[in-house]
Nanobody, 120 residues
């Protein structure tokens, strides 16, 4: 059974930083693209940042220059370093992975989400 588990969310003051982690575990043959999405109350889920297996990245305009996505392929882990956080960054952040399990078809997998709240 493949699982994605996020950690690192919490409450932070405006201007503060958080680092999210997402570990993929289980019987995995390969992980392709990985990414972080967020969904704020009353809003649609949006892509925050994505990263390919080779490390090519893309970001939502609203987080460019403040957030950095990275990954450790040996650890099946993707990170999101979030700096200069703003109240509008408040949301549930979920990680996503396009991966190939050993015994099933390739597909999209999601974590359960972690809450990030930016407030004074």
């Amino acid at each position: 059974q493949v699982q994605l588990v996020e950690s690192g969310g919490g409450l932070v003051q405006p201007g503060g930083s958080l680092r999210l982690s997402c570990v993929a575990s289980g019987s995995i043959f390969n992980i392709y693209d990985m990414g972080w999405y967020r969904q704020a109350p009353g809003k649609q889920r949006e892509l925050v940042a994505g990263i390919t297996y080779s490390g090519r990245t893309n970001y939502a305009d609203s987080v460019k220059g403040r957030f950095t996505i990275s990954r450790d392929n040996a650890k099946n882990t993707v990170y999101l370093q979030m700096n200069d956080l703003r109240p509008e960054d408040t949301a549930v952040y979920s990680c996503n992975a396009d991966l190939q399990p050993r015994w099933r078809s390739r597909g999209d997998y999601w974590g359960q989400g972690t809450q990030v709240t930016v407030s004074s």
